[in-house]
């Protein structure tokens, strides 16, 4: 409803019409702000995976007081870098297009 005060009489003369379209407002800001709440999520998913992959390829030696990635000779585990590499893969892609999908609604909402 409004701010301002309305009488019960008011309301009572209110017509079906303006009741409905007070609440397709309300639905309308509610669902256009739980889209753009998924929107950002969604973002926000992509770019930790994003920095998650970036870190991986962090993997110089030359600073290995700076780089938490370094390579420690016979400690690197190939198999699960290379397994956590192509998992983030996959997942960067997956989000990558649920994000260009959810993007596609973007007028429905707004």
Do not use: C, H, P
């Not at 003369?13 to 800001?29: G, L, T, V, Y």
């Not at 889209?35 to 998913?45: D, R, T, V």
């Not at 590499?85 to 973007?106: G, H, I, M, S, V």
Request: no cysteine; net charge negative.
């Amino acid at each position: 409803m409004s701010k301002e005060k309305i009488t019960f009489k008011e309301i009572l003369k209110r017509s079906n019409s303006k009741i409905q379209d007070e609440r397709a407002k309300r639905i309308s800001k509610r669902a256009q702000g739980e889209y753009n709440s998924l929107l950002n999520a969604l973002e926000n998913k992509v770019m930790d995976i994003e920095d998650s992959l970036e870190a991986m390829s962090d993997i110089s030696t030359s600073n290995v007081t700076t780089s938490a990635n370094a390579i420690k000779g016979a400690s690197f585990d190939a198999k699960l870098f290379v397994e956590q590499r192509a998992n983030l893969k996959r997942d960067l892609a997956l989000a990558t297009e649920e994000l260009e999908l959810l993007k596609e609604d973007e007028e429905f909402y707004n």
